[in-house]
């Protein structure tokens, strides 16, 4: 029986395909987007019922996934960076021009032509000024008098709750490169492993909240991520293989289940994430023309709020989804080609 390729084989074999990577995160974000309309449309007590009826078991894999897909590519970002301070000056212009952006837009684009309250108070009440912290990680989600009667009331952009843990992840991995331990990939998985066990034991015996695949933590979150970086730090050793991903896929999906053990799902789930992001699939010249992925992520909320104020046909979950879907794309391409592309530039600074 012929042995199956490690990762690393089979990465190195890819040059000059496209992967999957390019197309899973893009599917990725429409995927929030199609899930967060329940909210938009009907609240999130009615988007939690529907979650209790069966659509978490397919959503509770879209942030997950997300994270390793980001702990697995930024961790070949980091290992072909010469310092931790060129790693953290890429990692700042991919994210933070593009977000600056987005919260400038909605604070004096979106608020101003949403707000019920008169401009003069809108401009001096201290809630619009708060909103701009969102750019530093500090997130706001209220501007005054924005969207106070959609059902997800006063909420902007509900996205952007996981960017404090984003950064969070960033942080973790350059601590990780500071003392080298990403030099010792079986070194840092065995301590990976122990505190994932140690977690699960202690879930147990000590009271925890209900932080099954319906109710992710942002902790949590940071765990998938730290599995994405794991999976590429030992992709030399790991075979891929398509009968491991559909047992890691059972078994991430049961554990993503429960409230002791979805500790246990973020290498499943790794796995799982990584197969699929190193397949060969077609290329789609319009999904090639840049990474939509990040503005799709951004901008959202926001139209998903703007479609349910502003129109009625915004108002049902099918209308919302489409509306947005139309003015996202529109922003998504001005973000990555007026302010993502050309800020990378700027990575010549070092």
């Given at each position: ?6 990762i ?36 999130l007590?009615?988007?939690?019922e529907i979650a ?10 879209i942030?997950?996934m997300?994270f390793a897909?980001?702990g ?10 010469p ?18 952006v ?9 608020g ?7 401009l ?6 201290p ?7 969102n ?29 404090p ?34 977690n699960?034991?202690?879930?147990f ?8 695949a ?7 979150l940071?765990?998938?991520f730290?599995a994405?970086?794991l ?27 429960s ?15 990584v197969?699929?992001?190193?397949l ?11 990474d939509y ?6 901008y959202a909320g926001?139209m ?15 209308g ?14 001005f ?10 530039k700027l990575?010549?600074l070092?």
């Amino acid at each position: 029986m012929t042995k199956p390729q490690t990762i690393r084989e089979y990465m190195d074999s890819m040059v000059g395909f496209t992967t999957g990577f390019d197309y899973l995160r893009f599917i990725l974000a429409i995927a929030v987007l199609v899930w967060h309309s329940c909210g938009h449309t009907q609240g999130l007590i009615a988007a939690g019922e529907i979650a209790q009826w069966g659509a978490s078991y397919v959503t509770c894999w879209i942030l997950p996934m997300f994270f390793a897909l980001s702990g697995f590519l930024v961790t070949s970002s980091l290992e072909r960076t010469p310092s931790i301070v060129k790693f953290l000056w890429l990692r700042f212009i991919r994210i933070y021009p593009a977000l600056c952006v987005e919260v400038i837009l909605s604070a004096l684009v979106l608020g101003v032509l949403a707000t019920t309250a008169p401009l003069s108070e809108y401009f001096t009440d201290p809630v619009f000024y708060r909103y701009f912290l969102n750019a530093a990680g500090y997130i706001h989600y209220q501007l005054p008098g924005v969207f106070e009667t959609n059902p997800l009331s006063g909420i902007l952009n509900v996205s952007l709750w996981t960017v404090p843990y984003e950064l969070e992840c960033y942080a973790t991995l350059s601590a990780v490169a500071l003392v080298k331990l990403h030099h010792r990939p079986r070194v840092l998985l065995s301590l990976f492993l122990a505190l994932t066990m140690a977690n699960t034991v202690s879930s147990f015996y000590i009271g925890h909240p209900n932080n099954h695949a319906a109710n992710f933590g942002g902790r949590q979150l940071v765990a998938f991520f730290l599995a994405g970086v794991l999976v590429n730090l030992n992709r030399g050793s790991i075979p891929r293989h398509g009968g491991l991903a559909v047992l890691c896929a059972v078994l991430g999906g049961v554990a993503m289940y429960s409230d002791h053990f979805v500790r246990l799902a973020p290498l499943p789930v790794a796995y799982v994430t990584v197969w699929l992001g190193l397949l060969k699939p077609k290329k789609i010249p319009v999904l090639m023309g840049g990474d939509y992925s990040y503005g799709i992520y951004l901008y959202a909320g926001p139209m998903q709020q703007a479609a349910y104020y502003w129109s009625d046909f915004g108002k049902t979950y099918l209308g919302n989804v489409i509306l947005a879907l139309v003015a996202v794309s529109a922003f998504a391409a001005f973000s990555w080609h007026a302010i993502e592309k050309p800020a990378l530039k700027l990575k010549r600074l070092f």
